[in-house]
């Protein structure tokens, strides 16, 4: 439901370049960015749920994977 987020982006890989090449970066784009205005009558989720998810409206929930997850965060 939230793919739609994550772009790709493909580096220049040069021959002459000593790190080992990173074919694709991916990055979020925050769904804030194509609501330029709040229209009315929005969905919300329940109180408890969008306490948990830090927004009230589903289309401004925007999934993140923590820091504390990963390697070495």
């Keep these: 439901m939230y793919d739609n987020q994550w ?13 080992p090449p990173v074919t694709v970066k991916r990055y979020i784009v925050p769904p804030n960015q194509y609501i330029y205005f709040q229209p009315s009558n ?3 989720f329940p109180l408890d749920e969008a306490l948990c998810k830090g927004t009230l409206w589903p289309a401004l929930y925007s999934p993140y994977t923590s820091r504390c997850n990963r390697k070495g965060g």
């Design 7 to 19: 772009r790709e982006w493909h580096p220049y890989v040069s021959s002459d370049d000593p790190c």
């Design 42 to 44: 929005l969905p919300q």
